[in-house]
């Protein structure tokens, strides 16, 4: 069964601080994997796309790595501002599919 | 603004109502999808209409029905719901490929049954 597994479930940190979410998953043939952000109250939004190939890719203040030989992703935000308080969100895309596979999220609260 | 867009964005019913909830995106994709979204739980799949095509998940009750008359309008159709269907009910669209291409989100229906 295809899963996506986030940790910490919740992170608390001071602005101005960097942090690193994770995820492991177990889809099975891998595709893709997506890193969404989902403020209180909003839909997801698409941080960064990995595929196979790919083992760091960067947007602004977040850096996304994936090492498809462990099934790990990370998500390292860097200089936080409170505007990072969110959920992230890690979804994996099996080959041949297009119906992806979500994780539970991290909720990350930025404090001033 | 992600070109999808639900209403109504907040929704209180009792369990002998039947109200509707509405999607619609200017984005030119060709598959829409309905999401539930629980306190502390993954994003759960409930329907998908891609090229034509409906997908369900088999464990979504028959008391939630879509209807997708077209590319880009997206309905769900609620009826004698309990109070645990309570949630925020997400629609997406994408333009549906092999390997999966993007979601993009609308802002979310939230609704309380009582």
């Known amino acids: 069964k295809n899963q996506v597994e986030q940790s910490p479930q919740s992170l608390i940190i001071l602005e101005g601080k960097n942090c690193t979410l994770q995820?492991?998953?177990?889809?099975?043939?891998?595709?893709?994997l997506r890193w969404y952000k989902q403020d209180t109250g909003r839909g997801p939004v698409s941080l960064t796309i990995?595929?196979?190939?790919?083992n760091t890719k960067s947007n602004g203040r977040y850096t996304a790595t994936l090492d498809a030989d462990t099934k790990q992703s990370s998500l390292h935000i860097t200089a936080s501002q409170l505007s990072d308080s969110a959920s992230y969100i890690c979804?994996?895309?099996?080959?041949?599919?297009?119906?992806?596979?979500f994780g539970r999220g991290t909720s990350l609260i930025v404090h001033p | 603004e992600t070109g999808v867009t639900q209403t109504p964005r907040h929704l209180v019913m009792g369990m002998t109502n039947k109200k509707s909830l509405k999607c619609e995106q200017h984005?030119?994709?060709?598959?829409m999808y309905w999401y539930k979204q629980s306190a502390k739980k993954p994003l759960e799949l409930m329907f998908v209409?891609?090229?034509?095509?409906?997908?369900e998940n088999n464990s979504v009750p028959s008391r939630f029905s879509p209807e997708c008359p077209n590319s880009s309008h997206l309905f769900l159709h609620l009826h004698t719901l309990q109070p645990e269907d309570s949630a925020l009910y997400l629609c997406?669209?994408?333009?549906?490929?092999?390997?999966?291409?993007?979601?993009?989100f609308g802002e979310g229906s939230r609704l309380t049954v009582l």
């Open positions: 984005l030119g994709h060709n598959a």
């Open positions: 995820c492991n998953y177990t889809v099975s043939p891998f595709s893709n």
């Open positions: 990995m595929t196979f190939s790919e």
């Open positions: 209409y891609s090229l034509e095509e409906r997908v």
């Open positions: 997406a669209s994408s333009q549906a490929q092999r390997d999966g291409g993007e979601l993009f």
């Open positions: 979804v994996v895309v099996s080959g041949g599919s297009y119906i992806p596979t």
